[in-house]
């Protein structure tokens, strides 16, 4: 088969069969899963199909755009704080941020494929992907107070109307300092152990037990680059690492987190639950 017809092929079972892995598609078409993903990579090049920010055995879902909703039969594949979120403003149709605890604050930020972000008189607010715009404003004029449970961010991508300023919810601004003429024992010695292995791309922040930079780290799939923190405390708290993802977040970037001292219990749950976007590396 040419090219042309391969793709053509691939958008009528997409059409037919709604999100698809790559292995679905290969498997129909009788090719190797390795160049149907080239062809999908074209595709989604030409805007022709979309790619879903959920993973299903580490591979996205390649769907025809108007197929957003059919996503919702692949909730369960998300990580169960972000799966119990997904259920959640699909109930509510709409959420007002402040309103809801950290753990589904963070997991809105990363279920974009079903959480619309927005800003109503300075409110952060998320509406559910098939939620009405229209609908969701007069609820909010209507009812302040949308949710009865207090319930943090990815980026989320919307087409908004005039009355909806679309924003980056997890911009936390850092603080603009200084850097330090002389830099402490600790931070050359992690400037040092960083340069060894990767490239400071950028320095952020220094001081004496802390330093921030924008490294880049060689992988397989490329240069991956992150939001980097390095710190020598005892313990590394949840709100370290929280605060760490937030900055990271507003760029936005993966973040890294490298430490002399231990992660607490509730630090370690909070880098395993964002595990695809937080790191960690502990050095002596």
Known sequence: MESKEIQEKIIRIIQEKGPSLPVHISNKIGLNSLFISAFLAELSSEKRIKTSNLKVGGSPLYFIPGQENLLENYYKYLHPKEAETFLLLK????LKDSEQDPA????LRSIR??????KFNNEIYWRYLTFPENEALSLIK?????????????????????SIEFINPLAKKERVEKKEKNKSKF????????TEKYRIIEEKTCKNKEYKCILEIKSELGPIKFYTQAKDKKIITE????NLLAEAQSIPLPALIIHTGKLSKKAKEYIETYSSILKNKKIN
């Open 187 to 194: 931070v050359e010695a992690i400037i040092k152990a960083i």
């Open 91 to 94: 109930k509510k149709g709409i």
């Open 113 to 118: 494929d079903f959480s619309i972000g927005f």
């Open 239 to 242: 709100s370290d690492v929280k």
């Open 104 to 107: 589904i604050r963070v997991a």
């Open 142 to 162: 209507g009812k302040p107070k949308i949710s009865i449970k207090k319930s943090e961010n990815i980026k989320n991508q919307t087409k908004t109307a005039k």
